[in-house]
């Protein structure tokens, strides 16, 4: 079965800083990796995504995630940290061992930015 | 593109009541799912369908709710009679999936049963 990791429900990081949201993954078939934002009293956007090819993806606001198949790791990062960033992250692997378009999602990291 | 809608963005309703949540997806996108949000359980798939077929419903907690895709451009998830328990985000979200698997969430319905 499919499944998804986010190590740390909080993580806080100073304004400036590297942002660093780790995702873990399992998957018996090559997978479709997302990095979905949420900010308070929002619906999930999308920052990112990998499917195939290159395996350094970048996406909005200046993040960017590496595929690690050897880890079977996505983390998202970013160079510095930005007020605006903080929100909530969830990372999903689309459920294709099952012939869907379903979703598995991590239990989400909320970000806090330190002024 | 509008983006994925939904109405009411929030809803209040007494306990027993019935309550119907609405979702238009984003046109020529041919899935739709359904997802509820609580602090509690984090974010759960109810139900998807593909092409106005209900593919998977084993997240619908019970018998109280349901969705029905009449059309491409319509959804609905109806709980019958409401609970408080059921008081959440209620989150659509569509996709092409031929094309790829990303999908586009809307804003949500805030739902309170009390």
């Known amino acids: 079965a499919q499944s998804v990791t986010q190590l740390g429900s909080h993580v806080s990081v100073s304004e400036g800083a590297l942002v660093l949201l780790r995702c873990n993954y399992s998957?018996?078939?090559?997978?479709?990796l997302f990095w979905y934002v949420q900010y308070p009293n929002q619906g999930l956007q999308l920052l990112l995504k990998?499917?195939?090819?290159?395996?350094l993806v970048k996406g909005i606001n200046g993040f960017e995630a590496e595929f690690k198949k050897s880890e079977t790791s996505f983390h998202l990062t970013k160079p510095s940290a930005h007020m605006s960033d903080a929100a909530e992250y969830f990372c999903?692997?689309?459920?294709?061992?099952?012939?869907?378009?379903?979703?598995?999602f991590g239990t989400g990291t909320r970000l806090k930015v330190l002024a | 593109d509008a983006g994925v809608i939904q109405s009411p963005r929030h809803e209040v309703t007494e306990m027993g009541q019935e309550v119907t949540l609405r979702c238009k997806p984003i046109?020529?996108?041919?899935?739709l799912f359904w997802y509820r949000q609580t602090m509690m359980r984090g974010l759960e798939l109810l139900i998807y369908?593909?092409?106005?077929?209900?593919?998977?419903d084993s997240g619908m907690p019970e018998d109280r709710f349901s969705a029905k895709m009449p059309n491409a451009s319509f959804s609905t998830l109806k709980i019958q009679p409401s609970e408080p328990r059921d008081s959440a985000v209620y989150f659509c979200?569509?996709?092409?999936?031929?094309?790829?698997?990303?999908?586009?969430f809307g804003p949500g319905t805030r739902l309170t049963v009390t």
């Open positions: 369908f593909n092409n106005n077929v209900p593919i998977d």
């Open positions: 990998y499917t195939t090819g290159a395996t």
């Open positions: 979200a569509s996709s092409k999936t031929e094309v790829s698997y990303e999908q586009y």
């Open positions: 046109s020529g996108h041919n899935s």
């Open positions: 999903a692997v689309s459920d294709r061992a099952s012939g869907t378009y379903k979703y598995i």
């Open positions: 998957s018996s078939v090559p997978p479709y």
